[in-house]
């Protein structure tokens, strides 16, 4: 989490890493789970398509 200016405004960058590669990646600045990996492409779609879970 990196606050950039006190509390109004706060960024989330989140990483799944499995064997010191990045396979998911997610900022809330953009509100999207990006996969690094073909293999997450349809489950970041689902997660994408889930607003609640990308709410930011």
Known sequence: CHMT????RVRF???LIYDRKE???FD????LFEAKMELWRSQVQ???SQK???KT
């Open 13 to 15: 960058v989140g990483r």
């Open 46 to 48: 689902k997660w994408n």
């Open 23 to 25: 396979f998911v990646h």
């Open 5 to 8: 200016n006190g509390t109004q």
């Open 28 to 31: 809330s600045d953009v509100g």
């Open 52 to 54: 609640e879970i990308v």
